[in-house]
């Protein structure tokens, strides 16, 4: 079982920033790459940005530029730091991951199917 925990989230201003933190816990020694996902009123829940334990990172063209994923040491804690905020970022961000390989490693985090997720940090933008 994988306990996720998100924070961070809160009311911004567009043109703001906000920085998101993941934390992993529990049965994770097989997880080697970590995404990072939203849901907005109404919408389906979407995929963000993804990061390997060793570094490799993908984002959605919509955050591309904007939005930068990082981790520590591992991804039991993963970062989600958010510039140049828009209206439309507005949703719940969840973190959730699992084993990927392959050079289209991002494929495999791209569907947010999985089985069970954390509580979500509340991401308000104001225009």
């Known amino acids: 079982q994988v306990h996720l925990v998100e924070s961070g989230g809160g009311l911004a201003q567009a043109g703001g920033s906000l920085r998101l933190s993941c934390a992993a816990s529990g049965t994770i020694s097989s997880i080697n790459a970590m995404g990072w996902y939203r849901q907005a009123p109404g919408k389906q829940r979407e995929y963000v940005a993804a990061?390997?334990?060793?570094?490799?990172?993908n984002y959605a063209d919509s955050v591309k530029g904007r939005f930068t994923i990082s981790k520590d040491n591992g991804v039991d804690t993963v970062y989600l730091q958010m510039n140049s905020l828009k209206p439309e970022d507005t949703g719940v961000y969840y973190c959730n991951g699992r084993p990927v390989y392959g050079p289209s490693w991002y494929r495999g985090l791209a569907v947010p199917d999985f089985s069970s997720w954390g509580q979500g940090t509340q991401v308000t933008v104001s225009s």
């Open positions: 990061i390997t334990n060793g570094g490799s990172v």
